[in-house]
């Protein structure tokens, strides 16, 4: 489907009345950028489901329509739906991908693992050069949040120019020494920006937004009480957070392990492009760490939001390969829960106490900054830039229209401030501005089911159901081994199978055996983290040998 030429369009995908996901439609005259391309995590309901990405059936057949696709940085929820997206897209005439250069070394390295890498386009953008993307100039502007190399985007039409904030806060004292771009935002104001899209996350804190820099002395103040090892998790693109335990660690005289891949990852991918400096030597592998005291040891580890096959789970049920947790050991949460994971993260805390550990959090010790700004930002941001209309993104309702009474209360006109909704693009003439025709939106689940409405569920459940049906599947593993001791129970519901049943099952039998053989390579011992692997490889061979995504409801026995 394709609009006729006319307005400027702003549709928001992802990321209005909810965490995550934050995808923006920018078109004109049919042509179209996209700013950013993010996932969600899925909530403890979504029971069975690993990645919710936002809807794409805008875009659908249009790929050849959009000039580019602009990256904020290098989080999940603005990075992570990229490979997916493509793939849906078609990626023989997939759009160049655009972004600072730690967000393209992250780029390239998921397209890398989804083999996509040689089918797109991936450039480095410097502050300040102007890529031409259609009828758009499209410019980064260097923000700081809580991942290096976060802008925001600015996009240049005939009919105005639109800022998208990305997430942002204007942190005075960077670890890195490199504040936002004050000034060029200052400049687009004063230059008469049309339209703010600007991030309203902590739209209901009073004040500045604490330093990511008060976070250092804090965790070296913790590690010095401590006698043990220390743990330590956060997320492995804060890499300036890595660095400052990095730096405690080296005060302290305590070797650093790095644990989990995506933390060995980001590690290697900061080190490389100069965001994070490793002291000679600090860091040892974690089959060393026999070799040291425990008072000499400091792990960073994944799995800060409690993430099922994070180092840090597997740590919490004793089933990691390489660090067995004691009594005597601190855990230290550099990270606040994302509103969802709560749940996960209690459930973690709760098995490191019982195993022994001490549990150190953000209630305890000021050992963590929000990586977005307070109201104060916001306005900050709102009087340097002046827009002439403004629409609240990132965030939910609650937040969106605090950030529309902040811009209220410093004299932007009510009607001029347009609180959106996911699917309801505003759209700019020359007579104004207005939200336009509703589209499709939604999300899509990855290993799941496909979903428009969240409020429709239930019914899309069973629609879903009965187009694909379910999969029971009830693995007999031995306790001590993980091996096979009996015939696996398999048990279909609906789901239509073109080959012949029997074949199929024995088909079926086979992923089972691959998959338990996998989690046996990788040292996975716990039942709830075997049944996740076997979830994920199973999903993945239906859908590959039946073009369908039934339920799949694996249960593994020990006996
Ligand atoms: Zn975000
Ligand atoms: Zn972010």
């Not at 004050?182 to 309203?200: H, K, M, Q, T």
């Not at 969106?400 to 959106?420: C, K, N, P, T, Y």
Request: glycine fraction near 10%; hydrophobic fraction near 40%; charge should be negative.
């Amino acid at each position: 489907m394709s609009l006729s030429g006319g307005p400027l369009r702003v549709l928001p995908l992802g990321g209005l009345g909810e965490i995550g996901k934050n995808m923006t439609v920018v078109e004109y005259e049919d042509r179209i950028v996209l700013v950013d391309v993010g996932l969600r995590f899925p909530t403890a309901e979504m029971m069975g489901i690993d990645l919710v990405l936002p809807d794409f059936a805008y875009l659908r057949g249009r790929v050849s329509d959009i000039e580019a696709i602009v990256v904020t940085h290098g989080h999940e929820d603005h990075l992570g739906c990229l490979p997916f997206l493509l793939r849906e897209l078609g990626v023989d005439d997939a759009p160049p991908v655009y972004g600072g250069p730690l967000t393209m070394a992250m780029a390239r390295s998921k397209l890398d693992e989804h083999k996509l890498a040689r089918d797109v386009h991936v450039e480095d953008v410097k502050d300040g050069e102007i890529i031409e993307c259609g009828p758009f100039d499209v410019e980064l502007i260097h923000m700081t949040h809580s991942i290096p190399d976060a802008s925001a985007v600015a996009l240049k039409s005939e009919l105005g120019t639109i800022l998208v904030t990305g997430d942002y806060k204007f942190d005075q004292t960077p670890v890195d020494g490199r504040p936002a771009d004050v000034s060029r935002l200052a400049e687009l104001g004063r230059e008469g920006l049309l339209l703010l899209c600007g991030d309203s996350t902590n739209g209901d804190r009073p004040g500045f937004a604490p330093s990511e820099k008060v976070a250092g002395p804090n965790l070296r103040d913790v590690f010095s009480r401590c006698k043990g090892r220390i743990v330590v998790t956060s997320f492995a693109s804060n890499i300036h957070r890595v660095q400052q335990v990095v730096d405690a660690a080296a005060a302290l005289d305590r070797k650093i392990v790095l644990v989990g891949r995506s933390m060995r990852k980001n590690t290697n991918i900061g080190r490389t492009l100069g965001h994070i400096e490793l002291p000679e030597g600090i860091v040892i592998g974690p089959r060393e760490m026999s070799d040291y005291p425990d008072h000499r040891l400091v792990v960073i580890s994944t799995g800060s939001q409690g993430e099922p096959l994070s180092a840090l789970r597997r740590m919490a049920h004793r089933d990691h390969p390489q660090v067995e947790l004691h009594s005597g050991d601190t855990v230290v949460f550099s990270a606040t829960p994302i509103p969802g994971n709560e749940r996960a993260v209690n459930e973690t805390i709760d098995r490191l106490y019982h195993i022994g550990c001490d549990v150190i959090t953000t209630k305890d010790a000021p050992i963590h900054a929000s990586g977005h700004g307070y109201q104060e930002e916001i306005k900050l941001m709102l009087n340097l830039t002046r827009p002439r209309y403004l629409m609240p993104v990132h965030g939910d309702h609650k937040r969106i229209r605090l950030h529309a009474e902040m811009a209220e209360a410093l004299g932007i006109a009510a009607e001029d401030i347009f609180r959106g909704d996911n699917g309801l693009p505003l759209e700019i003439d020359s007579d104004g501005a207005r939200f336009g025709e509703r589209q499709r939106s939604g999300m899509f689940f990855v290993d799941g089911i496909e979903l428009g409405d969240p409020t429709e569920s239930a019914m899309r459940d069973r629609r879903a159901l009965s187009a694909d049906g379910i999969m029971f599947v009830v693995a007999t593993v031995s306790a001590d081994e993980g091996n096979t001791v009996a015939d696996h129970e398999i048990v279909l519901r609906g789901v239509p199978i073109a080959a012949e049943e029997g074949a199929f099952l024995a088909e079926v039998r086979e992923a089972i055996e691959d998959s338990l053989d996998r989690a046996a390579d990788d040292d996975v011992h716990a039942v709830e983290l075997i049944e996740k692997i076997l979830h994920d490889d199973l999903a993945e061979f239906v859908y590959k040998r039946l073009r369908r995504r039934p339920m799949i409801l694996p249960v593994v026995v020990e006996v």
